[in-house]
């Protein structure tokens, strides 16, 4: 009952920017935690960032410095704004978020189709 739909992706050169979104739409109570992975051709998929309901965030260490994860609880939506990329940040980005499904604070995993980044060198 649930849809993370994620967009923002595309190409870019080296050094530039990109900010994915994510909203999340359907039935559900809330969403606590929310988060990007990526997975690169041939590569398995891995955590980019991630973001508590409170706001706390985590990064990989290939992110550091370079990428900020944001929310607006209101609107359901999560942001990845990536600056100084890197032909290595090329990958497919996922959304991922934990939907709380009733009062009782029972969970779902549920993730978005994923949007392409590439960067060219």
């Known amino acids: 009952q649930v849809r993370l739909v994620e967009s923002g992706g595309g190409l870019v050169q080296a050094g530039g920017s990109l900010r994915l979104s994510c909203a999340a739409s359907?039935?559900?109570?809330?969403?606590?935690?929310m988060g990007w992975y990526r997975q690169a051709p041939g590569k398995q998929r891995e955590l980019v960032a991630t973001?508590?309901?409170?706001?706390?965030?985590n990064y990989a260490d290939s992110v550091k410095g370079r990428v900020t994860i944001s929310r607006d609880n209101a609107k359901n939506t999560v942001f990845l704004q990536m600056n100084s990329l890197k032909p290595e940040d090329t990958a497919v980005y996922y959304c991922?978020?934990?939907?709380?499904?009733?009062?009782?604070?029972?969970?779902?995993?549920?993730w978005g189709q994923g949007t392409l980044v590439t960067v060219s060198s």
């Open positions: 359907g039935s559900f109570f809330s969403i606590n935690a």
């Open positions: 973001i508590t309901s409170g706001g706390s965030t």
């Open positions: 991922n978020a934990a939907i709380v499904i009733d009062i009782s604070a029972r969970y779902l995993e549920a």
